[in-house]
């Protein structure tokens, strides 16, 4: 069992950028893909990026290209980088990780995920 744990969540005007990280301990191998998921109030968990534990391969909702990115040192730490924020990016940030989605190809679904962080919060005001 992978152990997550998030930070770097806090208050932020719209227009900022913020760095998520989110720091895994216990077993992870080569095939792990680590995920990031949001959930805003009312609203079901969403996807927002993944990255196998090797980095080579990223993938990213829609709704985010081109403003999040996320990365990995290889080891044991995993961020995601947002870039100018926008209120409708206020949620809980979820950190997840499993085997699942590298072997099924799909990165998007959060019960494919075993391992889940407590979430950060990311509050965004216009």
């Known amino acids: 069992q992978v152990q997550l744990v998030e930070s770097g969540g806090g208050l932020a005007q719209a227009g900022d950028s913020l760095t998520l990280s989110c720091t895994a301990s216990?077993?992870?191998?080569?095939?792990?893909?680590m995920g990031w998921f949001r959930q805003a109030p009312g609203k079901a968990r969403e996807f927002v990026a993944a990255?196998?534990?090797?980095?080579?391969?990223r993938y990213y909702s829609d709704s985010v290209k081109g403003r999040f990115t996320i990365s990995t040192d290889n080891a044991n730490t995993v961020w995601l980088h947002i870039l100018s924020l926008k209120p409708e990016d206020t949620a809980v940030y979820y950190c997840a990780a499993d085997q699942q989605p590298y072997y099924l190809g799909t990165y998007y679904r959060p019960d494919l995920y075993g391992s889940w962080g407590q979430g950060t919060q990311v509050t965004v005001s216009s």
């Open positions: 990255i196998s534990w090797s980095g080579g391969n």
């Open positions: 216990g077993h992870t191998f080569s095939d792990y893909v």
